[in-house]
T-cell receptor, first 113, second 110 residues
Framework: EAEVAQSPRYKITEKSQAVAFWCDPI?????LYWYRQILGQGPELLVQ????????DSQLPKDRFSAERLKGVDSTLKIQPAELGDSAMYLC???????????FGSGTRLTVV | RKEVEQDPGPFNVPEGATVAFNCTYS??????FFWYRQDCRKEPKLLMS???SGNEDGRFTAQLNRASQYISLLIRDSKLSDSATYLC???????????FGTGTRLLVSP
């Protein structure tokens, strides 16, 4: 079964440092999402790509977060500088056929100390 | 008001019990509906899509009521392995943004 690949699985970083996460969606999936999930809450959308274009980044804290998907395939999410409140699970998802649902990667668990 | 609302639970039920979860959504233009299952510290996984006509997958039945804007999930003959958080998800029009509820936690005990 095709998977969404994410790395790293776990990341511990100090406050004010830069951190980056990588996602490789299922081959052929044009839509890619980055979500943040704080413990005990549902995932919240940070950014959505359609191919290489950003179609929704209204909830992305743009002063510190950036995301790119240069060739419309894999994607990188960056935080600089990291803050304590950024500790969460960062999930990437992709979709080809919206009516069939979305596949999530295993996520990157970020701890900011 | 949150776009998707769920009772966070937890719902504590014995093995073999039937349990039902409800979810309400605020945007009447929502297009697609799903239930996802999430195990502790794992990623969400699609459990089933939800249709107005209702759909069943083994012990799981999902129902959508567009007029009242709610979605339900029924689990029959609960198993220990059903213990998880169940996330209600709707997609909005346009570019199909996924909106999640906070999830309902289910604990099935022996």
């Amino acid at each position: 079964e095709a998977e969404v690949a994410q790395s790293p699985r776990y990341k511990i970083t100090e406050k004010s440092q830069a951190v980056a996460f990588w996602c490789d969606p299922i081959s052929g999936h044009a839509t890619l999402y980055w979500y943040r999930q704080i413990l005990g809450q549902g995932p919240e959308l940070l950014v959505q790509f359609q191919d290489e274009s950003v179609v929704d980044d209204s909830q992305l804290p743009k002063d510190r977060f950036s995301a790119e998907r240069l060739k419309g395939v894999d994607s990188t999410l960056k935080i600089q500088p990291a803050e304590l409140g950024d500790s969460a699970m960062y999930l990437c998802a992709s979709s080809a056929d919206r009516s069939r649902g979305y596949t999530f990667g295993s996520g990157t668990r970020l701890t900011v100390v | 008001r949150k776009e998707v609302e769920q009772d966070p639970g937890p719902f504590n039920v014995p093995e073999g019990a039937t349990v039902a979860f409800n979810c309400t959504y605020s945007n009447s233009a929502s297009q697609s509906f799903f239930w996802y299952r999430q195990d502790c510290r794992k990623e969400p996984k699609l459990l089933m899509s939800v249709y107005s006509s209702g759909n069943e997958d083994g012990r799981f039945t999902a129902q959508l009521n567009r007029a009242s804007q709610y979605i339900s999930l029924l689990i029959r003959d609960s198993k220990l392995s059903d213990s998880a958080t169940y996330l209600c998800v709707v997609t909005l029009t346009g570019f199909q943004k996924l909106v999640f509820g906070t999830g309902t936690r289910l604990l099935v005990s022996p």
